[in-house]
């Protein structure tokens, strides 16, 4: 495994992270969760991500049992608030009583006294930045968290945030994390450079886009029985990729990736990876080889000639938008 730092803070996370989205505590059984996490761990991930929305903290609570065995300095662990966890109207957004809360139930559930990382899912327009950016700095100086990061915001929103920081003279935030694949690459444009420029690293998520970039889905096909696709509970966000014209792609990046020995989703993970300003790329994962295989892309180096033939295919389908 190697690691980098996230963004100009000093904390490092290995290459290939962990998440819960959509798995854990939700579509995968307690004890499978349980072995992926191990097996992680055993191959030096270090950064593992989950969120108190993940199915109303289900999530947490596995992430959190799977960890416990650990030496707590040996993992990074990062969550998150925004989105409702109960039908109050404070029961939700960025304000200082719903981050402080928040805070305070996800160190419960995750069973940890601290945070390493804790972000804003996404953006609240109804609360003043100022009140949002006090807050996780309170909890920074109070030992509940060590970093604060944030989720899908924009290259505006980070750049207000970071100037509000340095004028306050607050802790800043130290990440954002995007979607970001091959098939999804909107961040390259302005979230990115103005990142870079500001000292905001990026975690990416679903760098194989909900399974596409695995080659699984093949176009005029059915989808397979026992994939995320096919289970109505985790499906919602896959939908959008199931085009004869985006399949066709992905069957042609696999004929790229075989041609390095490469598995897709090698090759798909190291692609996300050729980005510096990229720390950690977060795949999910139902079993433990689909860890085996991903964590082996970090040892994958791609030349500009596999880099030039991978944007030939993928201009192809310029233009289309997934949902996310």
């Avoid at 899908?152 to 945030?161: H, K, R």
């Avoid at 990876?273 to 964590?295: F, K, M, T, Y």
Wanted: negative net charge; charged residues 25%; hydrophobic residues 40%.
């Amino acid at each position: 495994m190697q690691y980098r730092q996230i963004g100009s803070s000093g904390l490092r996370v290995s290459e290939v992270g962990l998440g819960s989205w959509l798995t854990y505590g939700n579509a995968t059984e307690r004890e499978t969760a349980v072995a992926c996490i191990d097996r992680a761990y055993e191959l030096g991930i270090n950064f593992f991500d989950t969120a108190n929305a993940y199915n109303r903290g289900q999530a947490e609570l596995v992430v959190g049992e799977a960890l416990r065995k650990y030496p707590r300095t040996s993992y990074v662990l990062a969550t998150k608030v925004y989105f409702p966890m109960g039908d109050g109207p404070n029961d939700r957004g960025l304000s200082r009583k719903h981050i402080v809360e928040q805070c305070e139930a996800s160190l419960r559930r995750l069973g940890v006294d601290y945070i390493d990382l804790y972000q804003c899912h996404r953006f609240d327009s109804t609360v003043s930045l100022e009140e949002t950016l006090y807050a996780l700095d309170d909890l920074v100086r109070a030992g509940k968290i060590l970093y604060a990061g944030v989720s899908e915001w924009s290259a505006a929103q980070i750049t207000q945030a970071v100037a509000i920081s340095d004028k306050r003279n607050l802790r800043p935030i130290i990440s954002n994390q995007p979607i970001y694949n091959m098939l999804v690459r909107y961040i390259e444009k302005e979230v990115m450079p103005t990142s870079e420029q500001l000292g905001v690293g990026q975690v990416v998520f679903s760098p194989l886009a909900q399974g596409i970039l695995t080659g699984k889905y093949r176009p005029g096909a059915q989808v397979p029985r026992d994939s995320r696709a096919a289970n109505d509970d985790t499906n919602f966000w896959i939908r959008s990729y199931l085009r004869d014209d985006v399949l066709t792609c992905v069957v042609k990046l696999e004929d790229i990736a075989k041609s390095i020995g490469a598995s897709l989703s090698q090759l798909a993970i190291a692609w996300t990876l050729r980005q510096p300003n990229v720390a950690s790329a977060i795949i999910g994962a139902s079993r433990i080889a689909q860890v085996d295989e991903n964590v082996r892309a970090v040892d994958l180096e791609l030349t500009p000639d596999i880099l030039r033939a991978v944007d030939d295919v993928l201009h192809e389908i310029d233009g289309f938008v997934p949902i996310w």
